[in-house]
């Protein structure tokens, strides 16, 4: 089993900043990809960032340039430049094993707002 637990959500003014963090426990030997994702109230969970084992990353089109997602053995962070409103939502770590099983953080709130 995988647990993964996020931290560094928070309530933010437009043009700001914050790092998400995510830490990974239990078996993560198998780990192939992982990644971001947020849910905005009323939408579906949509992609945000993912990196592989390779540290190959892959951004949404609406947060290239402000967002950057990085690893770290059992970490895996989000550093976020330049929010907007449209960036609140709740966001969540995944992670995704060679053998194909998806992991899922509790999630964190971020809120961009004057």
């Known amino acids: 089993q995988v647990q993964l637990v996020e931290s560094g959500g928070g309530l933010v003014q437009p043009g700001g900043s914050l790092r998400l963090s995510c830490a990974a426990s239990g078996s993560i030997s198998s780990v192939n990809v992982m990644g971001w994702y947020r849910q905005a109230p009323g939408k579906e969970r949509e992609l945000v960032a993912t990196?592989?084992?390779?540290?190959t990353t892959n951004y949404a089109d609406s947060v290239k340039g402000r967002f950057t997602i990085s690893r770290s053995l059992n970490m895996v962070y989000l550093q976020m430049n330049s929010l907007r409103p449209e960036d609140t939502a709740v966001y969540y770590c995944?992670?995704?094993?060679?053998?194909?099983?998806?992991?899922w953080g509790q999630g964190t709130q971020v809120t961009v707002n004057s």
């Open positions: 990196i592989n084992r390779g540290g």
């Open positions: 995944n992670l995704n094993t060679v053998l194909g099983n998806a992991y």
